[in-house]
């Protein structure tokens, strides 16, 4: 039986444009949808970033976002550090949604309370300084918790 070479021809094309496509995708072009006689061979999936959570200050809801993006942030226990120092936020309500957090900086903010990282026990470095107004008895309690470095302000250790 005679072979068809046409469809020789074709498997040819198709495996060189596979092969096409993986190599522009490694190149920096992920983001195309590669086509073959209008038909999709290859659609990139959209990474869907985390957003189930619900920070009410401003400056710490924007410093999280920035945080999300840049790490590619699909699931709260994705999120382990956080930097967000003289960034002018005053309350952390909504931090305790991220669970897996082990790093953040928190110097030169507002803050008066921090009670929300005392349910974060994945805690090892916490920097809480140039905050004037903290409250130390929540700062002392949290340096007892963490199993690593807090570093509180200056009025704390007094």
Known sequence: MPRHPMKHYSLTILLTLTFL????????CEGYTYT???QPVFAPT???LFSNYDISDPALKSCTEQAIFD???TRANQLTQLNCSNAGISELKGLETFTDLTHINLSG???VQ???LLFLSQLQMVSLETNKHLDCSDGRQLVNQ???SVKLPSHCSR
């Not at 496509?21 to 920096?28: C, D, E, H, I, V």
């Open 114 to 116: 921090i009670k929300p």
């Open 36 to 38: 073959l006689n209008q």
């Open 146 to 148: 963490v199993n690593g």
């Open 21 to 28: 496509g993986l190599t522009l995708g490694l190149a920096g």
């Open 46 to 48: 959209e990474t869907k």
């Open 71 to 73: 790490q590619t942030v």
């Open 109 to 111: 903010n507002r803050l």
